[in-house]
């Protein structure tokens, strides 16, 4: 087994390994790596072959900062692994701790990578940084299953905001301004994270993000800001990703206003529409768990569109280095509690 270091003339072709394999995801793509770049952070990419000169895996790995000068690297729902594979994945672990000799740890997130039992030392299971569980919407049902198959009041819901004439809007203008309601969409989503209590992202990382997705024309991973808008006023919105044949709700939110027109039931269900139309064949929605274990609101208004929820292997660290291991860990035990 032999790990090969990958460049950007490999970009076609890495890309269509990872978008090919279940346990892909966009946050493996080539384009996403780039996005990471483009944020100030060393990104490595590789391939894994068998002996025979096959590729059975690839990984993207982003270089981490911590305690000054020394570095992590973290793969996001990564490595991603050929479904053929058969071979100890132990073999693949101490390929990457040998490419990475000064880094403290290497934390791998892999989806359906089974991590070994056997394998000496034993990667160390951290908190997931990822979602670990979420929810997959099988987009190749008729529209009438797919409304079968859901919450009845999701039904009811979805149908309410139809007759209150509810419209939704996938709209990206590509010019200054980033279209109608762009920074109303943008403040939603602050305002939300805020009101259900979980941390998010400023302003200023939203606005580069649809920056660097949209305005640079990415072919292989597209974003969407979705918008349903009542009475010429933005309910709700939600940016999107689409990779491989998997369309991602990234990240949402709702207004306190008009609750009863139901606006983002509607804004779902027509994404969902959207996507099978376009050819893909999942929409998931990124996350159905919280550290606390609980089902709040967001995790029961998702679960009520039917679907299968999928469980990941979580994010384990490979541990090159043991006292400093300790220390970081102790630091970030530290920062949690006086958070």
Same mark, same amino acid.
Do not use: C
């Given at each position: 087994?032999?790990?090969?270091?990958?460049?950007?003339?490999?970009?076609?072709?890495?890309?269509?390994?990872?978008?090919?394999? #279940?346990?892909?995801?966009?946050?493996?793509?080539?384009?996403?790596?780039?996005?990471?770049?483009?944020?100030?952070?060393?990104?490595?990419?590789?391939?894994?072959?068998?002996?025979?000169? !096959?590729?059975?895996?690839?990984?993207? %790995?982003?270089?981490?900062?911590?305690? $000054?000068?020394?570095?992590?690297?973290?793969?996001?729902?990564?490595?991603?692994?050929?479904?053929?594979?058969?071979?100890?994945?132990?073999?693949?672990?101490?390929?990457?701790?040998?490419?990475?000799?000064?880094?403290?740890?290497?934390?791998?997130?892999?989806?359906?990578?089974?991590?070994?039992?056997?394998?000496?030392?034993?990667?160390?299971?951290?908190? !997931?940084?990822?979602?670990?569980? #979420?929810?997959?919407?099988?987009?190749? =049902?008729?529209?009438?299953?797919?409304?079968?198959?859901?919450?009845? =009041?999701?039904?009811?819901?979805?149908?309410?905001?139809?007759?209150?004439?509810?419209?939704?809007?996938?709209?990206?203008?590509?010019?200054?301004?980033?279209?109608?309601?762009?920074?109303?969409?943008?403040?939603?989503?602050?305002? #939300?994270?805020?009101?259900? $209590? %979980?941390?998010?992202?400023?302003?200023?990382?939203?606005?580069?993000?649809?920056? %660097?997705?949209?305005?640079?024309?990415?072919?292989?991973?597209?974003?969407?800001?979705?918008?349903?808008?009542?009475?010429?006023?933005?309910?709700?919105?939600?940016?999107?990703?689409?990779?491989?044949?998997?369309?991602?709700?990234?990240?949402? $939110?709702?207004?306190?206003?008009?609750?009863?027109?139901?606006?983002?039931?509607?804004?779902?269900?027509?994404?969902?529409?959207?996507? =099978?139309?376009? $050819?893909?064949?999942?929409?998931? %929605?990124?996350?159905?768990?919280?550290?606390?274990?609980?089902?709040?609101?967001?995790?029961?208004? =998702?679960?009520?569109?039917?679907?299968?929820?999928?469980?990941?292997?979580?994010?384990?660290?490979?541990? !090159?280095?043991?006292?400093?291991?300790?220390?970081?860990?102790?630091?970030?035990?530290? !920062?949690?509690?006086?958070?």
């Amino acid at each position: 087994m032999q790990l090969i270091e990958l460049s950007e003339i490999d970009k076609e072709t890495y890309n269509h390994f990872v978008a090919t394999n #279940t346990s892909g995801s966009f946050l493996q793509s080539f384009e996403w790596g780039e996005w990471q770049s483009a944020l100030g952070r060393q990104v490595k990419r590789f391939k894994i072959i068998d002996d025979s000169g !096959n590729q059975i895996a690839s990984v993207q %790995f982003i270089k981490m900062s911590i305690l $000054g000068k020394y570095y992590y690297l973290y793969a996001p729902y990564g490595p991603v692994v050929s479904g053929q594979w058969a071979v100890d994945s132990g073999q693949l672990l101490d390929q990457i701790k040998s490419k990475f000799p000064d880094s403290i740890f290497i934390r791998i997130e892999p989806k359906d990578l089974a991590l070994p039992t056997t394998h000496y030392p034993l990667p160390t299971k951290s908190p !997931n940084i990822q979602p670990g569980k #979420t929810l997959i919407i099988d987009l190749s =049902k008729s529209d009438e299953q797919l409304l079968s198959e859901m919450h009845h =009041k999701t039904r009811y819901n979805i149908k309410v905001a139809q007759k209150h004439g509810v419209e939704i809007k996938d709209e990206f203008d590509i010019s200054i301004g980033h279209g109608l309601f762009f920074d109303e969409a943008l403040k939603l989503i602050l305002e #939300t994270s805020k009101r259900q $209590g %979980f941390s998010t992202f400023g302003s200023d990382y939203y606005k580069k993000l649809v920056d %660097f997705f949209a305005l640079q024309q990415r072919a292989d991973l597209k974003l969407h800001i979705y918008k349903a808008i009542f009475q010429n006023q933005l309910l709700a919105t939600a940016i999107i990703i689409d990779f491989g044949d998997t369309r991602t709700f990234l990240f949402g $939110g709702s207004s306190e206003f008009h609750k009863n027109v139901m606006a983002p039931y509607l804004l779902h269900f027509h994404a969902m529409i959207d996507a =099978k139309h376009q $050819g893909l064949k999942f929409y998931d %929605f990124w996350g159905i768990e919280t550290s606390s274990g609980e089902t709040p609101g967001f995790v029961r208004f =998702k679960l009520g569109f039917g679907g299968t929820q999928r469980e990941y292997a979580g994010a384990h660290d490979l541990v !090159n280095h043991t006292l400093l291991y300790k220390i970081y860990s102790g630091i970030r035990v530290i !920062n949690k509690f006086f958070r």
